[in-house]
């Protein structure tokens, strides 16, 4: 970082100098032909970068270089560890451990030098390029000029436009989510140990132990499989076997089976799993509506079905209370990816930006668009993001326009401490040193599934080692070591809460 500061400061300090002996000797303006002023500073190229996620942080380290300033703009102060997000619900791994501040992954940097911004991206004026900039409540817009602008802001919760969801529900998207979720999940269990202890009546305390998650993809079986897990280890541990055996876990899918992305095979395996570990799977199950304290299931039906189809699938509804549901159903685009769609032409309602081969957002000169807020034709994942994110930093460090190709590894998902299922590419490092795992066996004509104890370990190693930091794989060692021998993190987060009058006298 010196060196780098030295080698841009020595030609700055060597044309004042000259400067200041030719302002001396002469005031004849022919000497500029001979000694040209310093470039100003708007002569370097102002790159900016939405977005502090796999695509963000992939593309601030590989586009640095001489003659460019870097800027970072987020309104959350850290990178979000999310493969381990659902652990952090339920206290295998605390918060601390899955964020890494940004301010600390720029400084421990060794190939670029950025700029960090704690904003909210408002707007995006393509033809002014210029980013309107939010940085707290009763704070005028700020204006941020760019000759390059990465967008990678991601995605936010898709509601489907359910009644009840976005007021009610509880999300896993951010790391204020988990914050939320697990602090629910405790306040939940006191209470309705409280109200066993008190006589009160077993609906309540029913619906206090019931877990509803919306949505079977990867997140969604992730987090079901951990709060077994919570429930048989801490749980019947702290809390007595009678709220651990009345304590319910649902997972809802509209789909005819959970974990799409995956082959039926394995998908069918991970059901089977999390049903031997008391998880109620519901597939084709459409949730309708959600309140406070319940939600309404129905039937799910295919696009093409007819009048009398959907009178008999709502006539079927049925509503149950619940202590928490937990919305992991899908993604949608951002406001601020919303209004740029709009003012291209790309669409009132685009679910992303549209992109060429490239990556760079139709209609905008000098835009990039990676990760989940891109038409990529890829799926939202980490490892997408993280690929499209080194490719657009190179392709802005060497003026380079080779087009984008995405190199699938494989997927991982994690099934409960000790189980997993992997799904590789054969020529993948991974699949080459457990080709010779007693539980592997072939899905589809390209591809290799690693199940059991194996893919846990594959599972927990692959993520490890994308950890940015020592101090944060420190940190994950120490909460996986201290979960197995101790048992999860049951201190309920430090939220704001509205005091009772008799508390506040």
């Known amino acids: 970082m010196l060196r780098l500061a030295a080698t841009r400061a020595a030609p700055v300090i060597a044309t004042g100098a000259v400067g200041a002996w030719a302002a001396v000797t002469t005031s004849n303006d022919d000497w500029d032909e001979y000694f040209?002023?310093?470039?100003?500073?708007?002569?370097?190229?102002?790159?900016?970068?939405?977005?502090?996620?796999?695509?963000?942080?992939?593309?601030?380290k590989k586009c640095g270089g001489e003659g460019k300033d870097i800027t970072i703009v987020s309104?959350?102060?850290?990178?979000?560890?999310?493969?381990?997000?659902?652990?952090?619900?339920?206290?295998?791994?605390?918060?601390?451990?899955?964020?890494?501040?940004?301010?600390?992954?720029?400084?421990?940097?060794?190939?670029t030098d950025a700029k960090f911004i704690r904003a909210d991206a408002r707007a995006i004026d393509a033809a002014k390029k210029t980013v309107s900039l939010k940085t707290g409540d009763g704070d005028k817009n700020l204006e941020l000029p760019y000759d390059k602008l990465v967008i990678a802001v991601g995605a936010q919760p898709n509601t489907?436009?359910?009644?009840?969801?976005?007021?009610?529900?509880?999300?896993?998207?951010?790391?204020?989510?988990?914050?939320?979720?697990?602090?629910?999940?405790?306040?939940?269990?006191?209470r309705a140990s409280a109200a066993l202890a008190c006589?009160?009546?077993?609906?309540?305390?029913?619906?206090?132990?019931?877990?509803?998650?919306?949505g079977g993809g990867p997140t969604g079986v992730e987090l079901c499989a951990e709060l077994a897990d919570f429930r048989k280890d801490d749980i019947a541990r702290r809390y007595g076997d009678e709220i651990a055996d009345r304590f319910r876990i649902v997972l809802a899918e509209a789909m005819p089976r959970v974990l799409g992305p995956f082959d039926p095979q394995l998908a069918d395996l991970a059901r089977t799993h999390l049903e031997t570990r008391g998880v109620e799977v519901r597939e084709k199950c459409a949730v309708t509506g959600v309140t406070a304290d319940a939600v309404t299931y129905q039937p799910s039906l295919p696009r093409s079905a007819t009048a009398e189809q959907r009178l008999q699938a709502a006539a079927e509804a049925k509503t149950e209370k619940v202590g928490a549901l937990v919305w992991a159903a899908g993604i949608g685009a951002r406001p601020v990816v919303k209004k740029l769609a709009q003012q291209l032409g790309q669409g009132e309602n685009a679910r992303g930006l549209k992109v060429d081969d490239r990556l760079q957002v139709l209609g905008a000169d000098g835009v990039f668009a990676i990760g989940d807020c891109a038409l990529s034709g890829n799926a939202p994942t980490a490892q997408v993001a993280a690929q499209q994110g080194k490719y657009v930093g190179?392709?802005?460090?060497?003026?380079?326009?080779?087009?984008?190709?995405?190199?699938?590894?494989?997927?991982?998902?994690?099934?409960?401490?000790?189980?997993?299922?992997?799904?590789?590419?054969?020529?993948?490092?991974?699949?080459?040193?457990?080709?010779?795992?007693?539980?592997?066996?072939?899905?589809?004509?390209?591809?290799?599934?690693?199940?059991?104890?194996?893919?846990f370990a594959l599972w927990r190693g692959m993520y490890f080692t994308q950890l940015l930091s020592p101090s944060t794989r420190w940190s994950v060692s120490a909460d996986w070591i201290r979960t197995s021998l101790k048992g999860r993190d049951v201190n309920e987060p430090v939220l704001k809460r509205t005091m009772t009058p008799a508390e506040s006298e």
């Open 36 to 60: 040209p002023p310093a470039p100003a500073s708007t002569d370097r190229e102002r790159i900016v970068i939405l977005g502090s996620g796999w695509a963000g942080l992939n593309a601030m």
């Open 75 to 111: 309104p959350r102060p850290h990178f979000l560890y999310t493969p381990l997000l659902a652990g952090s619900a339920v206290g295998t791994t605390t918060l601390r451990s899955v964020c890494e501040p940004i301010r600390a992954v720029i400084e421990n940097s060794w190939t």
């Open 160 to 190: 489907f436009g359910i009644p009840g969801v976005q007021e009610n529900a509880l999300f896993l998207k951010e790391a204020e989510d988990s914050a939320k979720l697990h602090a629910r999940l405790l306040s939940n269990l006191e």
């Open 199 to 214: 006589g009160e009546c077993n609906q309540v305390v029913d619906a206090l132990l019931t877990v509803v998650v919306v």
């Open 394 to 455: 190179r392709a802005i460090r060497d003026r380079s326009d080779k087009p984008f190709e995405y190199k699938h590894a494989g997927s991982l998902c994690c099934l409960g401490f000790g189980n997993a299922i992997a799904q590789l590419q054969p020529q993948h490092q991974a699949w080459r040193s457990l080709h010779s795992a007693a539980n592997t066996k072939v899905v589809g004509e390209d591809q290799r599934a690693v199940t059991g104890a194996p893919a």
